[in-house]
């Protein structure tokens, strides 16, 4: 009987001795989780607080805005703005996330991470007031309120009848030294007067009429006064003229291959829409690089032509 009990008052020890560990490395545990996101939140206060002490000590980069290197994510969001109830939830609207990333990830979101809504949330509030922030956002504004469709007309039993790479500041040697401050987007088959080119925004016709290195160009100032400019057509859309007030997707002419010469020159390149983008800035109006915005419109021309799902990048 005493061997039962004592064995039975051991087991109690020991399941007590158990129970106690147990505890203590709960507890433990415990202590380690609270330490570590003590330590992680510290760290991402840190890590934002030399965020915005750089970007409040850094004016902004003109020539890295104009490239304009930003994702299709990020396009797609300030895009959608008006019609985006998410946006209209939040304090912080698209184009303040879009200002954010582009001075987190100095001018180039192409591949941006995504930053933790109290990181981005401490940061902005810093910001938001910030001249450059402003400054900058304000740009953007401009750029991308008005724009509505991709400039070429997509059609559903093609693919895509265009091709464009990144050519933004690449050398240019005609009417002198320069350098590309546009997207050149050319037609697959290389034929004058076939494809169909389209206004980006809503407008008015400011400018129609032969220019020396444009051809027979077209140049729509969009609502928020940002200046769209359309070069090298073949013909233009006989009902538009100087003043018109015009929608986003409104025949502009066709594709050709005008330019670099006297009224009436053609075939000195390859048929291409030469599509430029200019808003104003402190320092003047400047021209912003269009190739991230039509690679975005592109895609999304194409699928809802083709009814395919395009990856948004
Ligand atoms: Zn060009």
């Known amino acids: 009987m005493s061997f039962k009990k004592s064995d039975s008052t051991f087991c109690t020890n020991v399941k007590a001795k158990l129970e106690k560990i147990a505890q203590s ?3 433990n545990l415990l202590l380690v989780l609270i330490v ?3 330590v992680v939140s510290m760290m991402n206060i840190i890590v934002a607080n030399q965020i915005i002490h750089r970007i409040r000590n850094e004016s902004l980069d003109y020539e890295l805005f104009r490239e304009m290197k930003i994702s299709s994510k990020l396009i797609e969001d300030v895009l959608s703005e008006d019609d985006n109830p998410y946006n209209k ?3 912080y609207d698209s184009y303040d996330m879009l200002t954010l990333y582009s001075l987190v990830y100095n001018y180039d979101t192409l591949n941006f991470k995504k930053i933790n809504k109290r990181n981005s949330d401490l940061i902005l509030r810093s910001l938001v007031y910030d001249e450059t922030f402003r400054e900058l956002k304000k740009y953007y504004q401009s750029t991308f309120k008005d724009i509505e469709t991709f400039p070429v007309l997509q059609t559903s039993d093609e693919e895509a009848n265009v091709t464009f790479t ?3 500041y690449a050398p240019r040697s005609y009417g002198g030294d320069r350098r590309h401050e546009g997207t050149d987007i050319l037609d697959k088959d290389n034929a004058r007067g076939r494809l169909k080119i389209v206004s980006m925004t809503d407008g008015v016709v400011e400018k129609k009429g032969w220019l020396e290195m444009g051809g ?3 140049g729509i100032r969009s609502e928020s006064g940002t200046y769209f400019y359309y ?3 073949d013909s233009y859309n006989d009902d538009i003229k100087v003043g018109d007030r015009i929608s986003a997707g409104d025949f502009l002419g066709y594709m050709g291959d005008s330019g670099y010469g006297p009224e009436g020159t ?3 390149f390859d048929v291409h829409l030469h ?3 200019y808003i104003d800035s402190k320092i003047g109006e400047i021209a912003v690089n269009p190739y991230y915005i039509l690679d975005y419109l592109q895609n999304k021309a194409l699928s809802q032509v083709t009814g395919q799902n395009i990856e948004i990048r």
């Open 166 to 168: 990144d050519t933004w």
């Open 275 to 277: 599509l430029g983008i």
């Open 266 to 268: 053609k075939g000195e």
């Open 231 to 233: 070069a090298h057509l």
């Open 25 to 27: 490395t709960i507890y």
């Open 36 to 38: 570590s996101w003590a």
């Open 89 to 91: 939830s939040n304090y």
């Open 216 to 218: 027979y160009r077209i």
